[in-house]
Nanobody, 119 residues
Framework: QVQLVESGGGLVQPGGSLRLSCAAS????????LGWYRQAPGKQRELVAT???????NYADSLKGRFTISRDNAKNTVYLQMNNLKPEDTAVYYC?????????????WGQGTQVTVSS
């Protein structure tokens, strides 16, 4: 059974930092591309950042310089370091694991963790 479990969300003041973690089980973690997405109330889910199995990273343009994605294959965990948080970063943050090889496509999501940026 595949599980992605996010943690680290919470309430933080503007300008503060949080580090989200996503622990995976049931998959060959090191061969998966991983990502963080977020969904604010009334909005569609959007890309935050992705990291390939070779640790090549990609970020939403608006978040470059504030957010950093990383992975620890030994711990089957992907992280999202979020700095200088703004109220508009308030959303549910979801972890994603994706594997594609030819016609094969495996895609898994976590249950989400709430991040609220407010004074």
């Amino acid at each position: 059974q595949v599980q992605l479990v996010e943690s680290g969300g919470g309430l933080v003041q503007p300008g503060g930092s949080l580090r989200l973690s996503c622990a995976a089980s049931g998959i060959a973690f090191s061969i998966y591309a991983l990502g963080w997405y977020r969904q604010a109330p009334g909005k569609q889910r959007e890309l935050v950042a992705t990291i390939t199995k070779r640790s090549i990273t990609n970020y939403a343009d608006s978040l470059k310089g504030r957010f950093t994605i990383s992975r620890d294959n030994a711990k089957n965990t992907v992280y999202l370091q979020m700095n200088n948080l703004k109220p508009e970063d308030t959303a549910v943050y979801y972890c994603n694991a994706n594997f594609r090889w030819g016609p094969e496509n495996e895609d898994y999501w976590g249950q989400g963790t709430q991040v609220t940026v407010s004074s």
